[in-house]
């Protein structure tokens, strides 16, 4: 996607606090963040929202999950606790049509 700001930040053309990265995934800190720890766990290909997805997809929506695991692991809140969210469609908050994950963390959070 041309205009896509993950796409961009994926391909180092916009900057990002970037505290991981491999060859199918980055993770970076949210510029608005939403808790004391917020992250932001994307593949670097394009694809849309969870409602975008298909069964071809299983494999990638599995690392993608993993990669938030390995994260939490880095960042010290295994054991503390945190949460995964996905957000899919405006109404539920997504303001970017990318494929990516929060990972919320860094005090108790409510439901």
Not at 53 to 76: C, P, Q, R, Y
Request: with cysteine; hydrophobic share 45%; net charge neutral.
């Amino acid at each position: 996607m041309n205009n896509c700001i993950f796409c961009k930040i994926a391909n180092k053309e916009i900057p990002a606090d970037v505290v991981g990265e491999d060859v199918e995934f980055l993770v970076f800190k949210d510029i608005n963040p939403k808790a004391p720890i917020h992250l932001i766990i994307i593949p670097k290909v394009h694809l849309g929202p969870v409602s975008a997805l298909g069964g071809e997809n299983k494999n990638l929506l599995g690392g993608l999950i993993l990669k938030a695991k390995e994260a939490a692991a880095n960042i010290g809140v295994s054991d503390s606790g945190y949460r995964l969210v996905f957000n899919v469609g405006r109404d539920a908050g997504m303001e970017i049509e990318h494929l990516h994950l929060h990972l919320l963390a860094g005090k108790p959070l409510p439901f």
